[in-house]
């Protein structure tokens, strides 16, 4: 019974390339969230998605971040332009349903902009 | 902004001795969650709260809602070096919303 799933781990890009970053989340859930964490400080929420919808995207950065969760396949975080403020911890968590506060959270990519 | 401050900010303590840790929130909060986090891992749901007054235990973890549903509360009892991470409290932002809001939170050192 796997948990939620991210992928990869860790993440180097040089400056100006794109990150994709990758979510699977746990079996039975349709309910996507993406969070980021900077060193010594505590998760600030970035988006949270259905099937093929965004929800809510209010703390997504307005230029370079984007989010999807297709039909198909996990859900995917890009980055593009890295620099090097975006060098973070990116946690995906997972939910059953709209109503469900209980996130079961991923073990994160961790992103370093050289 | 909503602010969800924790206390304290960290703590190191002799392995056997009990932890108690608060959370305060600027407004008020229909659910608490506790979450651990391990180096380098994702945080995991420790206890979950829905009612004020709310007392609620899981192993050595016991957690209470606060009467005014803008505090929490985390008590560990007889501490082992497996305790060590950093304990998060959250709450929906707001009534209703799914996204968590994320506290400050306490950094655990369990000194063998």
């Known amino acids: 019974n796997a948990g939620v799933m991210q992928n990869p781990r860790h993440l180097v890009r040089r400056r100006g390339q794109e990150a994709r970053l990758r979510c699977s989340p746990m079996?039975?859930?349709?309910?996507v969230y993406w969070y980021r964490q900077l060193p010594e400080e505590g998760l600030k929420f970035m988006v949270y998605?259905?099937?093929?919808?965004?929800?809510?995207e209010s703390g997504m950065p307005k230029e370079r971040f984007s989010a999807e969760f297709p039909k198909e396949g996990p859900s995917i975080l890009r980055i593009q332009q890295v620099v090097r403020g975006d060098s973070a911890a990116y946690f995906c968590?997972?939910?059953?349903?709209?109503?469900?506060?209980?996130?079961?959270f991923g073990s994160g990519t961790q992103l370093s902009v050289l | 902004g909503q602010q969800l401050n924790q206390s304290p900010q960290s703590m190191f303590i002799q392995e056997g001795e009990d932890v108690s840790m608060n959370c305060t929130s600027s407004s008020i909060f229909n659910t608490w969650l506790w979450y651990k986090q391990d180096p380098g891992e994702g945080p995991v749901l420790l206890i979950a709260l829905y009612k004020a007054g709310e007392l609620t235990s899981n192993g050595r973890l016991t957690a209470q809602f606060g009467i005014t549903r803008k505090d929490s509360f985390l008590n560990i009892s007889a501490s082992i070096p497996s305790d060590v991470g950093i304990y998060f409290c959250?709450?929906?932002?707001?009534?209703?919303?799914?996204?968590?809001?994320f506290g400050t939170g306490t950094r655990l050192t369990v000194i063998p």
């Open positions: 968590a997972s939910s059953r349903g709209r109503a469900d506060e209980k996130l079961f």
């Open positions: 998605l259905q099937k093929e919808n965004i929800i809510d």
């Open positions: 079996k039975g859930h349709s309910h």
């Open positions: 959250a709450g929906p932002e707001m009534a209703g919303a799914n996204n968590l809001f």
